[in-house]
């Protein structure tokens, strides 16, 4: 590729490049054939540059613009029509279409077990390659079947990001900001700090006490005398009798008063979901969006020297990867496949799903 060349530029004569060779086809699902005689991996002309971080399109995903000029750079050297490494041709749409249907485009470009890793075992595409891929054989990503009906020049993907959550709400109570609810607030704080193995899940009971849902956790309130609870005191305690016990970190302020507060308003094992409109879903930030749920819900079990499912989500890099290989979203929505998180019974609200997938979808940044 020219570096002189202006982006612009460039793009203007792909476009245009694009344009001849559409209008001359009558076989519109074949884009960009390699003429004649001529290897695709020889090409001269300019070859649209492949995605970098600063391009990253991952919303508008189409074949031409998104997935052709990965195929040419990365793979079209080895899988031309001389040269079909492995036999596989991947020089027009009809030839890769077959490889999307049996899944092994995606399992080689994913590096999943059961494919050959592609470009090689040793180098991968960039990770916004790896979400166009995905986006477009996958329609409604991560959920979504293999599209059959992609057509070249087509927006493949029209569900890009949820606005609305991704289960019906199962109650029609509003969030009260002055209100403590059991299930968004105190369910996913215990199970996360309190009900993983060792500890006081079903099966551990240390002392006793279960502490994975409400029928459970109810047993260590008292409603008469709120501040004698012993799901409240066991918080303040100090040293080895405090809990959770060290070394995992005490409860915050915030979260201990939550809890009494909780038991105050009557310990209820209630719920409530954010109004459609209250519940915002785009341009979501690691940071400020995404780190609070996970603190809220999940790194009570997946932090410290031995994470459970050896899974740390502390780290951006951590969670982009599960991410990206689309457990942390499988988990969280409790598809099938995926082992469920927090929790079989036990599930962060619908508005905090759809906003991980909003986040996920827009490419997992570190923003
Ligand atoms: C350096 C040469 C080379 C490059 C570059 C390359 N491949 Fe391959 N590919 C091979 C060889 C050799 C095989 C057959 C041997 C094997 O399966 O490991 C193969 C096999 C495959 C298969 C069949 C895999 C399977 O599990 O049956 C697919 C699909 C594939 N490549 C896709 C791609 C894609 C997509 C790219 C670009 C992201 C790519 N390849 C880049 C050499 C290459
Ligand atoms: C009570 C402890 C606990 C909590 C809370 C918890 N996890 Fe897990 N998680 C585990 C354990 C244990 C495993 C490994 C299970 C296994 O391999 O059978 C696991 C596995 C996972 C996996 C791998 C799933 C798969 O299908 O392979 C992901 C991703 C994950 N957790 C994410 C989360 C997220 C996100 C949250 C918060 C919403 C969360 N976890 C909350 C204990 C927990």
């Known amino acids: 590729m020219k570096i002189g060349l202006d982006q612009k530029m460039k793009r203007t004569v792909m476009l245009f490049l694009l344009g001849i060779v559409f209008a001359c086809q009558n076989d519109k699902n074949t884009p960009l054939p390699a003429k004649p005689g001529e290897t695709p991996g020889s090409i001269t002309t300019p070859v649209t540059p492949g995605p970098t971080a600063s391009s990253c399109d991952t919303v508008s995903i189409s074949f ?15 899988h031309n029509t001389t040269l079909a490494s492995g036999n596989v041709d991947l020089s027009t749409y ?10 092994k485009l995606y399992g080689s470009m994913m590096h999943l077990p059961g494919y050959s890793p592609m470009p090689s075992a040793s180098s991968s595409l960039t990770s916004c390659e790896l979400i166009m891929v995905k986006k477009w054989i996958i329609g409604s990503y991560p959920t979504g079947t293999i ?22 709400p199962t109650t029609n109570v509003v969030c009260n900001p002055d209100t403590v609810y059991f299930k968004q607030k105190i369910l996913t704080l215990i199970v996360s700090n309190c009900a ?5 899940d079903a099966i551990s009971q240390r002392e006793g006490v279960i502490l994975t849902d409400y029928n459970h956790i109810i047993k260590e309130v008292n409603t008469k005398n709120p501040s004698s609870s012993s799901l409240y005191t066991s918080l303040l305690r100090t040293g080895e009798e405090r809990m959770p016990p060290p070394p995992m970190a005490a409860f915050s302020k915030d979260n201990i008063a939550m809890v009494l507060t909780w038991i105050k308003q009557g310990a209820k094992n209630n719920s409530c979901e954010a109004s459609g409109t209250a519940c915002i879903t785009t341009n979501m930030s690691y940071a400020k969006d995404i780190t609070p749920i996970l603190q809220a819900s999940c790194t009570g079990c997946h932090s410290g020297t031995k994470p459970q499912g050896s899974i740390d989500l502390t780290t951006h890099a951590n969670v982009s990867k599960y991410a990206l290989n689309g457990k942390l979203y499988g988990s969280v929505a409790h598809l099938a496949g995926y082992i469920a998180m927090p929790s079989a019974s036990v599930s962060i609200s619908s508005c905090d799903i759809s906003k991980i997938k909003s986040w996920i979808d827009s490419g997992s940044k570190n923003n």
């Open 196 to 200: 993983m193995s060792g500890c006081h």
């Open 147 to 168: 599209l059959v009906d992609l057509k070249p020049s087509n927006p493949v993907n029209p569900i890009v990001t949820i606005t609305t959550p991704v289960t019906p």
């Open 64 to 78: 031409d613009k998104s997935i052709w000029p990965i195929v040419q750079n990365n793979c079209i050297s080895c």
């Open 94 to 103: 009809d030839k890769i279409i077959p490889y999307v249907k049996n899944g």
